[in-house]
């Protein structure tokens, strides 16, 4: 049921979000045609298209975001919520394929953005030897510091999805805690936001200087500097992984709880 | 044999206001039910409760014995009073989708449906009127076969040719196991279907009885009716 | 015949003289197959469950054959059907003699109206 909700969800945002990407790489090219013809980059044809072209991005990842609430909003809560809370599937899945979607669409501006990009400044990236230069001077920063660039890679890609994941579904906890009231039900959401956010931000700091901690850094004072920077850098990014990711698990049981418990479609 | 769907104190509050209060019931398979009541009577609440789109207050609702839940909503075939089909979708499309998730939907009998209503699989659902829309949910609602159908006002807004329409599309995909519970207040129009009936007002059951019953007595269900909630 | 259903009568003992009535009055000769009951109850808009009620007593009075594959038909036997007749006859009689009684005619007089009716009608 999971891989069909999944099919759905991805075919009523795909609709809207593709034809998007599309427009912004046809607007980074003709962007990129009118440089290469115009003599120099404050021509008016050179500003509007530039121009344009942002506000074509903004307009994607403020859509992307759009698209995340509404999905949530209007297809579980509003008369839409009708049909599929009344299909026979388990709650958990409803709201675990809207997140993998989001994350789907996420990942996808993201890659569509930078891919516009990359067209803009095709001659740049390609024909200087900025790329290669790039990536030689992160692998010495690396290196530098004692670390597998690998498993590096990996702890960014895993926070940055986590830390994405965390900040969909404080939206959504939101949105179900706004759902308990009877009246004022999008105030009452906001409400929660603000309240779960500051409650995030107080276990944050509670965690962070927990008495342990203490032992910690007297750990890394005995190590020798290059020793140290790895042991703190990857410390830091499974700090993040874990409490970003128990943070998610917390807002997704709020989210199932009152979707399944407390559910009261107006 | 439990019944299709039981009530035991029954009570929904929306803040203060009570929409249903104390409400027991039982209505057995193998029937056609009006559920009766003038509007804002708690018909719609008492519905929406078996569908688990609220949570009650009070008491409990059962059908098949069991509380509404994934098992339930496999059973039970439900139309909303209002419409909830995406718009973005096509007909064949929301055809698709009934047919992935319910395992008693038979979209040939939906097609064959469309096809004497002249719907084209292919229109886009934002494009239809409302009285289409209420059509195709109608039409994707008695192509299952539930144990369970759960009817809200399906006569309310429509023409009478089109409620002539639906009550023998009611009757002829009607199987004799199953349980047809329809909400509505234009009484005249289907008593003659009803086995059953229920009357409510303002959150309580105030009657129910079989309908050969309330006609022994010479009397028709829309006089009882009239009577009962007699202003 | 159209299916006049009174609402303040039960619908089963109507639809049972209805049918009886196509029945004697050959609107459905002897041995011939009875629609469904879903496309009975469709034409009379009524609860297939009522109809399949009023087959089942038109059944035990022996007016309708259920066959166990192909559906069911009207009885052949003749006699089966004069005694229905009969039986209808007796009860429309019974119901105007009662009438009759209560406006206060006796047996002789009441003989004597529906002669002398008979004879107009006749002429």
New interface residues.
Partial sequence: MLTRLIKYELKATGRVLLPLYAVLLVFAAISKLIFAFSDNSYSVPAVISTMIYIMILIGMFVMTFVVMIQRFYKNLLSDEGYLMFTLPTMTWKHITSKLLVSTIWNIGSSLAAILSIVILAFDEIFFTGLLPKFFRLLGEFFNSFGLNSGLIILEFILAGIICMASGMLIIYASIALGHLFNQHRVLASLGAFLALSTVSQILFFCVTSLPGLDSLSEYVDSLDNLQASAFMFHWVMWFIIIFFGLLSAGYFFITNYILNKRLNLE | MTPVLECNGLTKA??RKKALSDVSLKIDH???VGLLGPNGSGKTTLI?LA?????PSAGEIRIAGMTPG??T??I?S?L?E?????D?MRVQ?IIG?FS???EDFKPEKAYDMLKRLNISANDRLKTLSKGTKEKVQLVLVMSREAELYLLDEPIGGVDPAAR?YI??TI??N?N?EATVIISTHLI?DI?????YVVFINEGRVVLSSS??DI??Q??????LFREVFRC | MPWDLKPDRPIYTQLVEHIELMILSGVYPPGTKLPSVRDLAKEASVNPNTMQRALSKLEEDGLIITHRTSGRSITEDSGMIKKAKTRIAQEQVLEFLEKMQKLGFDQKEILSIITGMIEEVRR
């Fill in positions: 929306f803040g193998g029937q056609i929406k569908n688990a789109l609220l949570t994934l098992s909503k496999k039970i439900y909303p209002r419409n909830y089909l995406n973005w499309d989708l992935d998730f319910y002539d009550l023998e009757i002829s009607y004799p005249s008593e003659r279907v009803l086995d309908v050969e006609r022994e010479g009397k028709s269900v829309d006089g």
